[in-house]
């Protein structure tokens, strides 16, 4: 029985699993509009796309969080723009835009050959790594997530299902779905040093994936999603400790 409490005994652990829980609720539960709207490919564009700001922003010398939230909402804000012309269109307004901003950081590595803690943990996740300052930003992108769903529910619901019907009802679509796309930034770039650029897509489409599965209901899919989320960091931070396998592989398997 002590064998399964040793993790517990080390504070760095147990931050790791806090964190782990808190951004799995954060994705599942703003994964839930990513899958219903069909915008998975953004939240794997943006992940990589974030990427490219923090290496500039270790380049740069400047904080992590600050450097990647400039580059997150700069990113969101110029697909946004980019999709409202009909001859490009979302997808490939995001292939582009996403694509030239990961190819951006692969240069500047190369270039600078500058490799940190911060930027490691940028592309593969470091979640034994989190400090207290992470799990203030983690809950604070929670809350801001949080009171953006609920203050919004129904015109983010609205908007989700049928953006022309909603439009013609008198629901600001241009402006749900730039605040939208400003909390999935907040959320992937929160995600970053817990799971790393490549799986933090993953953690916004699996959850409501499997939850769409068990329910047609929204707001049950939407609290199974979160559940979900929040179990699998949970228990996937504490089968990584006992069969010595990355934190973030072991939460999305």
Same mark, same amino acid.
């Given at each position: 029985? *002590? ?9 760095f ?9 808190? %951004? #799995?609720?954060?994705?599942a ?12 490919? =953004? ?5 990589h796309?974030?990427?490219?700001g /923090?290496?500039?922003?270790?380049? &740069? ?22 999709a ?12 582009? =835009? ?5 190819? +951006?950081?692969? /240069?500047?590595? &190369? ?13 593969? #996740? !470091?979640?034994? *790594? =989190?400090?207290?300052?992470? $799990?203030?930003?983690?809950? *604070?992108? +929670? ?5 953006? =769903? ?20 008198? %629901? @600001? %679509?241009?402006?749900? !779905?730039?605040?939208?796309? $400003?909390?999935? /930034? ?5 995600? $970053?040093?817990?799971?790393?650029? @490549?799986?933090?897509?993953?953690? $916004? ?5 499997t ?12 609290? +199974? ?17 006992f ?5 973030g ?5």
């Amino acid at each position: 029985m *002590g064998g399964l409490a040793e993790p517990f005994e080390f504070e760095f652990f147990v931050r790791g699993m806090v964190a782990a829980t808190l %951004v #799995g609720v954060l994705c599942a539960a703003v994964g839930v509009y990513v899958v219903l709207r069909t915008l998975a490919y =953004i939240g794997h564009g943006l992940a990589h796309s974030i990427f490219g700001g /923090a290496v500039v922003s270790f380049v &740069s010398g400047i904080s992590f969080y600050i450097g990647a939230t400039i580059w997150g909402v700069f990113t969101v804000l110029l697909i946004n723009a980019a999709a409202r012309r009909r001859q490009i269109g979302g997808d490939a307004a995001v292939g582009i =835009i996403t694509t030239c901003a990961f190819a +951006l950081g692969v /240069a500047l590595i &190369s270039r600078h050959g500058k490799f940190t803690r911060d930027f490691d943990a940028a592309l593969f #996740g !470091e979640i034994l *790594g =989190i400090t207290s300052g992470d $799990l203030y930003v983690i809950a *604070g992108v +929670l809350v801001l997530a949080a009171a953006v =769903i609920f203050a919004w529910w129904k015109q983010l619901l609205f908007t989700t299902f049928d953006s022309d019907v909603a439009s013609t009802y008198g %629901v @600001p %679509v241009p402006w749900v !779905e730039a605040l939208f796309s $400003l909390v999935l /930034a907040a959320t992937v770039i929160a995600s $970053l040093q817990v799971r790393g650029a @490549p799986l933090s897509a993953a953690a $916004l489409v699996l959850p409501p994936v499997t939850a769409r599965l068990l329910t047609d209901s929204f707001t049950r899919m939407f609290a +199974l999603a979160a559940a979900l989320g929040g179990a699998s960091g949970l228990v996937g931070v504490y089968i990584s400790w006992f069969v010595n396998v990355s934190s973030g592989a072991t939460v999305v398997l």
